[in-house]
């Protein structure tokens, strides 16, 4: 295999993988992030024996904590790299799972969505896409699953306000297959695992292959929010909103990202109306 400086694959189990995910302190996606999974991801279809992955994360507070959007802008073909990811992960023969710890905001979020299956804890689980209240849009595949997942009105709830969902929330409206109290969160997906692992890799690859008639996006529906990101750093709302985001523990372990969602409010509205406070 791949040498991988933040992902670790433990293959010891016939036909499954774990995968975790750790790039410290908080877990930000960097653009070596999304090319490591390019390189995972030839990896993972390579493999004729494999038949699930499971993904979660070293951080407990952290599953993904959002896209590090500055480095992004400096290598903007990761975003190409991404959208390529994303498909070929959906498409694969091989079931994907997401078992999700932490916080999982913007590309954390689309990179779940993503997978065939989410699995929370209760207790210790947040979703959130915050892009519009740093002035862009989700552009990494929220705008494209989350319809699909949850409907027209419960995507715009969950883009629109840029809040931060529980898992109760998340499974109540679809965006997870389920939630489970954290102590019997690993038990049951290793159950899911074995039970899947135990059937023929290519009737799992074909019923998968079906259902992703009715449930899919398609790479011209992804590249049309992916193409809209770069060009909105230059509008005025993320020029004005996104200098806020500078001394108040963007990136690194804090309470503004502990609690992202709770702090977009008060920033503050950029067309004049006298609004406009730092967070508190």
Sequence with gaps: MTDHSQFNIDSSSPGRWTITFSNPPINIFVPTTIVELGAL???IEADPSLKVVVFQSANPDFFVAHLDVAKAAERPEVLGLWREFVLRLASAPVVSIAKVRGRTRGIGNEFVLACDMRFASRQNALFGN??????????????????????????????????DFDADIAERYGWVN????????????????????????ETLGAAKAQVNRFGMPTAAELQSSNEMIFPMLA????????????GIGYGVPSD??????????????TDGDGTDTQPG
């Design 41 to 43: 991801m030839t990896e």
């Design 130 to 163: 915050p892009e519009v209240g740093v002035g862009l849009i989700p552009g990494g595949g929220a705008l494209e699953w989350l319809p699909r997942l949850v409907g027209r009105s419960r995507a715009l709830e969950f883009v629109l306000s840029a809040d």
């Design 178 to 201: 389920r939630t489970l109290d954290d102590g019997d969160l690993d038990a049951f997906v290793d159950t899911l695992v074995r039970r899947l692992a135990s059937f023929e890799r």
């Design 235 to 246: 509008l005025p709302d993320a020029q004005a909103r996104r200098p806020k985001l500078r």
């Design 256 to 269: 503004f990202e502990m609690n992202f969602g709770r702090y977009l409010p008060s920033f503050g509205r």
